[in-house]
């Protein structure tokens, strides 16, 4: 596969299709069976709690693919996206109700670079606070 979006059609300050993302605990769950993170804080309010969250959390490898999936949607090419890396601010808590949580994510082309490459810098948010920080990929463009 190749990116569907030609670097020359591309400019700083472009702005991605925002994108947001429902989380439940059933999410959580299908997570944990498909990654093998069966860390308690994920799963057992009781257990968040007692270690001091305010509930079950997302693991923060979802909340950073999840938050990824804006860039490789815009490109239509998840294999264009040649770096990508995030901090941890704060934790996606998830209530446990038939709504659960939002994963927000706004993009935007920070930089344009070499070899036809741009920086795509992301804003991810959850119940208002920003989630993921400095949160950042370099994408190859067609």
């Given amino acids: ?5 030609a670097y020359d059609d591309v400019e700083v300050g472009t702005e991605l299709p925002a994108r947001t993302f429902p989380v439940t605990r059933a999410t959580l769950v299908q997570y944990a069976g498909a990654s093998g993170d069966f860390n308690p804080i994920h799963w057992n309010e009781r257990f968040a709690k007692e ?10 490898m ?3 693919a999840e938050a990824v999936r804006v860039v490789t949607d815009w490109t239509g ?3 264009a996206v040649v770096e990508y890396g995030v901090r941890f601010t704060k934790p996606v808590v998830v209530p446990d109700d038939d709504k659960g949580a939002l994963i927000e994510v706004v993009g935007k082309v920070a930089a344009k670079l070499d070899d036809r ?12 606070q920003k989630v993921l920080g400095m949160s950042r990929a370099v994408v190859r463009l067609a």
């Fill in 77 to 79: 090419d998840p294999g």
């Fill in 62 to 64: 979802f909340t950073m």
């Fill in 51 to 60: 270690v001091g969250l305010p509930d079950v959390i997302a693991h923060g």
């Fill in 1 to 5: 596969m190749t990116a569907q979006i």
């Fill in 117 to 128: 490459t741009v920086r795509v810098d992301l804003t991810v948010t959850s119940g208002g």
